[in-house]
């Protein structure tokens, strides 16, 4: 009988073929979309954990009151016993030290006159050492457009937009002007190494990124350092580990009343990420509704066509002696089949693509045959574990929710009136 | 005992707010092995008499008893039980299956009723044979003409051996030529497995094979007249 009724169900092409077509369109589309929307995500989050936030942040509690103005004087003294410290306790993560700095950068011409200035914001982070961890976290190297990574002392990556409105090019002297840990004035020479596209418009404005030892001694912060950075080794951002780890931190080392006591905050708790973070999470959510509603009411919607056109066979069955109930079952196994062969393929389909576009990402940006640091304009997919199940749960279960809307009407119906609807 | 003995049945259909009665105070009992059937006009409920004793659907008063059974007691699946082991029907329409071969459509009674594998294709093979369909084993439905098609759908009806076939105007979309062959066939199979027959027609072809007949006119049995 199960072979007979296949039989049917695979020659009944507007049973078969395009109930499936439906399931896996829909399907394809919500893991696809589910990868995209989880790719820009993940970029975002990316992105801000490697210039800013990292996966976890350490301050000192003042520096993080004020964070928004750079706050150097509240910087965390002692850093590299601190670093030291988290190295071994915390091994699973990558520990690393910035500082975060602002003041005006000031171009030379020959005659060491000012040719042109500008506001600038500056990443202080480990360059030159030969384990410095920010090889790890960052690819620099990847966005350079034109010169070289620092190698040597006082040599600064520019970013490009901000090059070229201050008409600066590789070798170019630069003068960066700003305030001491003690907040008398500082001057400092650097010498541009490279030219840096991170291809995000807040950093490619007016950045510049010079090695940590440099900027300590012409901010003059000895051993200090802004914030020290953590990420996990496997630069994946996982969201409840990361408070997590901070409590433990914090609980060992935050005092209240000393402002000058380090804070950790996870990557969630800073600059609002938190939300975007459960954005995200209710995202899937939200896609698997729409996707089961949406699909539930097209699958109804063409089970009800095809129940009428299937009403002759429906009586028939009824009259040679198929129980309804089992009738009515036997609709709901066929469906279940339609929604896994459906689901499946179109899961199939669409991690395919998603993880194709994972590869090679779309790249938007055409025009510019340069590549960048951030990957703004390379739209990426990423496949996460969810991707297998998001799309095929909901195909199965919108498969056999159409089919059991559009089947009730004919378990309700009297056997007789079905028969009546037949004869006509 | 009879096949099948009807008391005093009514049967109404609710029409707004009021009834219709298309069946009015039936008295009727059947033998086996009868080739009868139910004439009258269009509306007199030949329809309507003949769902009843098929159990598609149960009288409104009165009672129905069919090879032992009460139609107006028995459940949805007690009902179709009786279908499958003691019924066949024929209808206007052929009401084949379109995706299923001559073959399937005539063993699919036959899986219902979970009868083996070789069993089955026996009983099939026997059942187109009496309607001479050998030929035709694994055409489509569309395939058929109107006869053969006919001739399927009476294969089918007759597959598992019922006591009782029902045809509901078997013959109102054939020719005359095909009627008679059908209907040739039909009393072949009456005299040979002693199959009941119960039609429902206004086709003076098929009335003038009918050894008794029950006239109905507006729900009521007008005549009941057996023929030698
Ligand atoms: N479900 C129903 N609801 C209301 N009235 C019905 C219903 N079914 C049948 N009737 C009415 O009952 C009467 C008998 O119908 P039935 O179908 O039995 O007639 P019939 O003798 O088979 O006619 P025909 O020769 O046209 O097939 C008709 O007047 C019909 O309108
Ligand atoms: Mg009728």
């Not at chain 2, 007199?44 to 008063?61: A, F, M």
């Amino acid at each position: 009988m199960i072979m007979f009724l296949l039989k049917g169900l695979i020659r009944d092409k507007s049973r078969s073929l395009f109930p499936v077509l439906m399931v896996s369109t829909g399907v394809f589309l919500t893991v696809f979309l589910y990868g995209f929307m989880q790719g820009i995500f993940d970029d975002f989050v990316k992105v801000n954990a490697q210039f800013d936030t990292g996966h976890v942040k350490i301050m000192t509690h003042a520096y993080k009151e004020l964070f928004d103005q750079m706050p150097n004087d509240l910087a965390i003294l002692e850093a590299e016993e601190m670093l030291t410290q988290l190295q071994d306790t915390e091994k699973g993560m990558i520990w690393t030290p910035r500082i975060q700095f602002g003041g005006l950068l000031d171009i030379p011409d020959k005659n060491g006159e000012t040719k042109s200035q500008g506001p600038v914001m500056g990443i202080g982070m480990d360059l030159l050492s030969s384990d410095s961890k920010e090889k790890e976290i960052l690819n620099l190297e990847d966005g350079i457009v034109q010169g070289r990574m620092p190698q040597k002392k006082n040599e600064i990556l520019i970013s490009e937009e901000f090059a070229k409105k201050l008409g600066v090019k590789v070798g170019d002297a630069a003068t960066l002007i700003s305030s001491t840990m003690h907040s008398s004035m500082a001057m400092y020479n650097f010498r541009v190494s490279g030219i840096v596209r991170f291809g995000m418009t807040a950093l490619d404005k007016s950045t510049i990124i010079a090695d940590i030892r440099d900027v300590r001694v012409a901010l003059d912060m000895r051993d200090a350092a802004s914030e020290i950075l953590g990420y996990s080794r496997d630069m994946i951002y996982d969201d409840d580990g990361m408070i997590k780890l901070a409590e433990r931190f914090n609980k060992k080392f935050f005092i209240e009343d000393d402002e000058f006591s380090p804070i950790m905050l996870s990557l969630g708790e800073q600059r609002g990420l938190g939300e975007y973070i459960n954005l995200g999470k209710s995202f899937s959510g939200i896609i698997i509704s729409i996707f089961v509603i949406a699909m539930s009411i097209v699958l109804w919607n063409s089970g009800l066509l095809n129940g009428i056109r299937r009403y002759g066979e429906i009586g028939v069955r009824l009259a040679i002696g198929e129980a309804k109930g089992t009738l009515y079952r036997r609709m709901i196994y066929e469906s279940i089949i339609i929604g896994i062969i459906g689901s499946s393929a179109g899961t199939m389909a669409g991690l395919l693509i998603c993880y194709y576009l994972q590869h090679t990402g779309i790249d938007f940006g055409n025009m510019m045959q340069k590549s960048n640091v951030l990957i703004a304009n390379v739209m990426r997919t990423r496949v996460t574990t969810t991707s297998y199940v998001i799309g095929f749960i909901p195909g199965v279960i919108a498969s056999v929710i159409g089919t059991m809307f559009s089947g009730i009407g004919i378990y309700r119906r009297k056997t007789s009136q079905l028969f009546k609807e037949l004869e006509v | 005992m009879g096949l099948i003995k009807i008391e005093n049945m009514v049967k109404r259909y609710p029409m707004g707010k009021t009834e219709f009665t298309a069946l009015k105070d039936i008295n009727l009992s059947f033998e086996r092995g009868e080739f009868c059937g139910l004439i009258g006009p269009s509306g007199s409920g030949k329809t309507t008499l003949l769902n009843i004793i098929g159990s598609l659907d149960v009288p409104s008063e009165g009672s129905a008893t069919v090879l032992d059974r009460n139609i107006e007691n028995l459940s949805h699946i007690e009902a179709a039980r009786l279908r499958s082991k003691h019924m066949g029907f024929i209808f206007q329409t052929y009401n084949l299956l379109p995706v299923y071969t001559v073959f399937e459509n005539v063993e699919f009674p036959l899986l219902i009723m979970k009868v083996p594998e070789d069993e089955r294709k026996k009983k099939v093979m026997d059942a187109l044979q009496w309607v001479g369909l050998m030929d035709k084993i694994k055409s489509r439905p569309a395939q058929l003409s109107g006869g053969e098609s006919q001739r399927v759908a009476v294969a089918r009806a007759i597959v598992k051996r019922p006591e009782l076939v029902l045809a509901d105007e078997p013959t109102a979309n054939l020719d005359a030529k095909n009627s008679h062959n059908v209907l040739k066939m039909m009393v072949k199979l009456n005299k040979e497995l002693k199959t009941t027959f119960i039609f429902a027609t206004h086709d003076e072809k098929v009335i003038g094979y009918l050894r008794r007949k029950i006239h109905l006119i507006d729900g009521k049995v007008a005549k009941d007249e057996i023929v030698n």
